[in-house]
């Protein structure tokens, strides 16, 4: 292996993904400690062409994991910081007028950018959060009725802190539904928490990716290659049957006020073909559905007035539905 994971990249098979992702992994490995299942629900939204929300306490490096992803894809990297203050132009540009040339010209705003992490994305109020939509469905920027599209490998990362409840705005179920998976990201183990503190607290300032050793072992045309081999993975109609079971058996529990959206099933189907790939199989398993359900749905589901009332939780619930659903044998 080159530099770069695999070298062809017009004829990459699954076998290729699999030994990329494995790379990938490793040189994200050299800044992160641990968050392997959140490291590898990354490069699933990656392969499958969506966005991830990471929520966690402030501290669990949500923004450094970004950076070190970005760098270890060899894709250029933006980040917008998110603040009460930020108006939509500030995220997506504007045309200025050039008194020299007397025309308008396109200032292009940060998004702009291959991976963009979207850091604290519930502080900005919903007319800016807005701004993402278009951008995040249809990979392309609407400014003064022209249309301006974005890198074919556009990736929102946005990051959220649930503990703070001042001067934070919810985000809108239209933004939220376009968002592939919501990672939750936990404190460390006491074992990953004794290495972090022995690798970084010796440091001063910010770590940086690139300074600890972080090299881009992949780049566009390689993970362009990569996303055409696992769309190649089949997907029996049992298996796309019971997603679509899985996604109606959302809008008929007393427990959910609104379920899912037949989005949510596309987008579950296209990361369970990834997570196949992932794994080395050229074919998509119930189990792969089963362990992505979760991360898929749990951001797109509204309790009901009761089930809020009686405290339970969206993971237990959804859990319950996954059990429920037939699944194929």
Known sequence: MTEKAVTDTTTMQLADVTTLATAIRGEIGKAIVGQHEVVDHLLIALLSRGHVLLEGPPGTAKTFLAQSFARALGLDFGRIQFTPDLMPGDILGSNLFNFQTSQFTLTRGPIFRE??????????????????LEAMQERRVTLDGAIHPLPDRFMVVATQNPIESQGV??????QLDRFLFKLLVDYPSAEEEARIVTQYGAGQGAPDPVALGVTAVADAALIRAACSAVASVIMAQSVTDYIVRLMRATRDTADLFAGASPRAGVLLASASRARAALDGRDYVIPDDVKALAGAVLRHRLLLSPAAEIEGKPIEAIVGDLVTRTEAPR
């Open 169 to 174: 705005y919810p985000l809108p179920e239209a």
């Open 115 to 132: 991976i963009l992490l979207a850091d604290e994305i519930n502080r900005t109020p919903p007319k800016t959060q807005a701004a993402l």
